[in-house]
């Protein structure tokens, strides 16, 4: 019989749990924390599993409700690579937030939206706003690049039209990369299809 079987089988347990709970509870009240140094350590543990719903659930709140918005600002960042509707919602909230760096950052974090239908209004409605800042809509602008909706299209192609300057560039270099991705994305496609055809042969 081996001895340290009970001693093995506890040491599966804690490695499994520490694996399957990368947060404690702790981390979730420390979210909350006055201290910064504390709540990033926290929002840092719990980001490390953005890819459950429990801890968007969480973080998702920080992202309006947090008075710090550095926090708001790096609460979206991580949890923008969940990709879900209810990130694309938070994320989405903030482009009416009273900081425009808020605002600024929520506009580029929707380019990992750019296919969502109502993350495309949204930017669409910023790159035609004239009364926004021109930095703001320049990045609206910038991830409506990366859209393949005609109506991203359309709003690029007003926006290249636009009478400040910085709005009118910013379009127009939209336009550029969008069109070197899609000759980049044909050219691949082309490609592999001859490789494809070269093997049959």
Do not use: C
């Amino acid at each position: 019989m081996n001895r340290n079987k009970p001693q093995i089988i506890i040491l599966s347990i804690i490695l499994l749990n520490g694996f399957a709970f990368a947060y404690t509870e702790a981390d979730l009240a420390d979210i909350n924390s006055k201290s910064r140094k504390i709540k990033s350590k926290a929002i840092m543990e719990i980001s490390k599993e953005i890819d459950k719903k429990e801890a968007q659930d969480a973080l998702l709140p920080l992202i309006s409700a947090d008075p710090d918005p550095a926090v708001r600002i790096g609460v979206m960042g991580l949890v923008a690579v969940a990709n879900t509707a209810a990130v694309r919602d938070a994320i989405i909230t903030r482009l009416a937030d009273p900081v425009e760096e808020v605002r600024k950052e929520a506009a580029s974090l929707l380019a990992n939206f750019s296919n969502d239908s109502l993350a495309v209004a949204e930017l669409e409605k910023i790159s035609r706003d004239q009364t926004a800042g021109d930095d703001y809509r320049a990045v609206a602008i910038d991830s409506l690049a990366t859209s393949v909706s005609t109506r991203a299209v359309a709003a690029l192609e007003s926006a290249s039209k636009d009478k400040r300057n910085k709005v009118k560039l910013s379009a127009k270099n939209a336009i550029i990369r969008r069109t070197a991705v899609t000759v980049h994305s044909k050219t691949r496609k082309a490609a592999v299809r001859n490789k494809s055809a070269e093997r049959k042969r």
